[in-house]
């Protein structure tokens, strides 16, 4: 990266079909575009595609370890019971395998 720190953009070259490219010059035509800002917002929605993603795997792990809290809450598990629990949850996920 230290050959670019002087650039704000850098221009890449890339080869599509016939029929990828004539999808993609018609989506510019239609929304009143070029091709550079098509490709431009496909890598930026990919882009937000990954993070929501990362942020849906983490938000589930959260419901899933406030889940079992509220579940040793209320059964009243002691810090051994709670343990054994968890490896017993965790075993499950994992398909029988710890």
Same mark, same amino acid.
């Given at each position: 990266?230290?050959?670019?720190?002087?650039?704000? $953009?850098?221009?890449?070259? =890339?080869?599509?079909?016939?029929?990828?490219?004539?999808?993609?010059?018609?989506?510019?035509?239609?929304?009143?575009?070029?091709?550079?800002? =098509?490709?431009?917002?496909?890598?930026?929605?990919?882009?937000?595609?990954?993070?929501?993603?990362?942020?849906?795997?983490?938000?589930?792990?959260?419901?899933?370890? $406030?889940?079992?809290? =509220?579940?040793?809450?209320?059964?009243?598990?002691?810090?051994?019971?709670?343990?054994?629990?968890?490896?017993?949850?965790?075993?499950?996920?994992?398909?029988? =395998?710890?």
């Amino acid at each position: 990266m230290k050959r670019f720190q002087n650039q704000q $953009q850098k221009a890449i070259t =890339v080869r599509f079909s016939i029929s990828d490219y004539l999808k993609i010059e018609q989506e510019a035509e239609r929304i009143g575009s070029n091709l550079a800002n =098509v490709l431009r917002e496909s890598w930026s929605a990919y882009n937000n595609s990954n993070q929501l993603k990362s942020d849906l795997k983490q938000l589930e792990s959260n419901l899933l370890r $406030q889940s079992f809290e =509220v579940c040793c809450a209320v059964q009243g598990l002691n810090p051994i019971e709670r343990k054994e629990a968890l490896d017993e949850l965790t075993t499950r996920l994992n398909g029988g =395998v710890q």
